[in-house]
């Protein structure tokens, strides 16, 4: 998952009420769960089950378990709470969260019965190291290691014996805290298959130090385990991260790289209908991500969107200045009607994100690129004809204002773009001053009240954008016939 940074929210009664709820049912369907094993341990016969649990200890191991799961739902809450509980403050995360334990465990169970050893053990580190962040994966890759063994310890009919009894904790802790590690930031899939393999090392040597009767005798079947345990956690974290992807709408790495890559569908619409708007967003990602790297967010996600901030301007793409050549539509309308359309880009850029199913990330910084900032150009034509005063608001875009860091960073990174094309001398002074000039009209507009962005984050972004300015819009001698600039909208 992309970087997430920690973020406490202000909650109210009724998000406590709906995440207790929540995190109650889950804990609920794991206990329904550890019946569920005991029937399958029983070989589906509930004779067997009662007899089972008429002997000695059986219900008093079964009670230790519903309390023990209890406990850890009141950890797993505690921890989000105070770590990132906006994250868990969406339901939806909640349900993510539950949903890989849940998942992870049954797989892990259903493995043992092969071998112990061949469990994938790293598969919850992994599925949650790139569906949410890498602190979070190691939190959870303790919880399932807990949860397995106590499965293994109070469930199992056939009590697992001696040393074995330990092998997902040992196992688990060791492998998957090493499969965290050197699986963050690999991007390739190809790489992180052949991950497994080194993952595998430890289990099997783990193995082999667990089971050193077996191994003077036929230590062949040992090293097997520990390659299938290794390769089926990475192998089982790519079949069902595209699943969970999908359903929870996370943007992993590789989602990024997606949605990133030029022959993305709506990437190739843009290109082809709006080739000066996509080239400026190339411009535009470069800038962005910059800026993200420089404060600490994310910068494939901050490329991520800025290819796709101003794919509403696919709608009408001959009224945007990057797409004209000589001939300019706005002459022949009103400068209302002309507002309309250059405001609806942010809006039109939402609804068609939301159409492709992106990620929502995505529909939101289009919608909050030019936040609720008037289109100053038309606002002065239109005053030309009216002898009152005009409400400002009408020619502004509608908003809501960034909401976030990256929308913040999206918002300067393209006013400041346009605003350097049109300089005449892109001297690194004349570049700071405009980039300086734009910053502070939108704090003059409030742009940035509602995101978290600090002051420390805006001066490092103006120095970064000036850097990057001032280096790709560099003087050019040669080219006398180019001609740069023109109105720019926006
Ligand atoms: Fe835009
Ligand atoms: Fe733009």
Same mark, same amino acid.
């Given at each position: ?5 920690? $973020?406490? /929210? ?17 804990? +609920? ?17 509930? $004779? ?41 403050? =969406? ?17 892990? #169970?259903?493995?043992?019965? #092969? ?6 053990? /790293? ?132 989602? +990024? ?34 800026? /993200? ?12 969107? /800025? ?80 002898? =009152? ?13 960034? $909401? ?44 940035? #009240? ?41």
């Amino acid at each position: 998952m992309v970087k997430e940074n920690k $973020q406490i /929210a202000n909650w109210e009664f009724k998000d406590f009420a709906r995440t207790v709820f929540w995190f109650a049912l889950h804990t +609920l369907i794991f206990i329904c769960g550890f019946f569920a094993v005991l029937y399958v341990n029983s070989g589906f016969d509930l $004779q067997v089950l009662t007899l089972h649990l008429k002997s000695e200890g059986e219900v008093q191991n079964l009670v230790y378990l519903v309390i023990a799961m209890c406990l850890v739902s009141i950890g797993i809450y505690l921890y989000f709470y105070h770590e990132n509980n906006a994250f868990i403050k =969406e339901t939806r995360n909640i349900n993510l969260v539950f949903l890989i334990l849940e998942l992870c465990i049954a797989i892990t #169970y259903g493995m043992g019965k #092969y071998s112990m050893y061949a469990r994938p053990f /790293a598969l919850c580190a992994l599925l949650s190291l790139i569906l949410i962040e890498k602190r979070t994966a190691i939190f959870m890759n303790t919880v399932c290691c807990f949860l397995m063994f106590m499965i293994d310890a109070f469930l199992t009919i056939k009590v697992v014996e001696g040393h074995r009894l330990y092998a997902s904790l040992l196992i688990g802790f060791s492998t998957s805290i090493l499969a965290i590690y050197l699986v963050s930031g690999i991007t390739s899939r190809l790489k992180v298959f052949l991950m497994g393999f080194v993952i595998s090392l430890p289990i099997i040597i783990c193995t082999l130090c667990l089971e050193t009767d077996s191994l003077l005798i036929n230590p062949i079947p040992l090293v097997i385990y520990g390659f299938t345990s290794g390769m089926s956690s990475v192998v089982g974290m790519m079949a069902i991260l595209p699943v969970l992807e999908k359903i929870f709408n996370r943007v992993t790495v590789y989602k +990024l790289y997606e949605l990133t890559d030029h022959k993305a569908p709506l990437l190739q619409k843009l290109n082809e209908k709006a080739p000066g708007t996509f080239n400026h967003c190339l411009i535009v990602s470069t800038l962005a991500e910059s800026c /993200a790297s420089a404060i600490g967010e994310d910068p494939l996600l901050a490329r991520a969107c /800025a290819y796709y901030h101003d794919i509403g301007k696919i709608e009408h793409p001959e009224y945007f200045t990057e797409n004209q050549s000589g001939y300019n539509p706005h002459n022949e309308i009103t400068p209302e009607l002309s507002v309309d359309i250059i405001r609806s880009h942010a809006t039109d850029g939402a609804r068609i994100i939301k159409e492709h199913k992106l990620p929502s990330i995505l529909s939101d910084v289009a919608e909050q690129h030019h936040g609720t900032l008037h289109i100053r150009y038309f606002y002065m034509q239109a005053s030309k004809f009216s002898e =009152e005063t005009l409400p400002l608001k009408d020619f502004a875009y509608k908003g809501p204002r960034p $909401q976030t860091k990256i929308a913040a960073i999206l918002m300067l990174a393209d006013a400041c773009e346009a605003k350097a094309r049109s300089l005449p001398v892109r001297s690194h002074e004349k570049v700071d001053e405009a980039v300086r000039e734009i910053i502070e009209e939108r704090m003059d507009f409030d742009q940035f #009240y509602e995101c978290d962005i600090t002051m420390k984050d805006l001066d490092v972004i103006r120095k970064t954008l000036t850097n990057s300015l001032a280096g790709v819009h560099h003087d050019r001698v040669e080219y006398p016939k180019l001609k740069i600039g023109g109105n720019k909208y926006e």
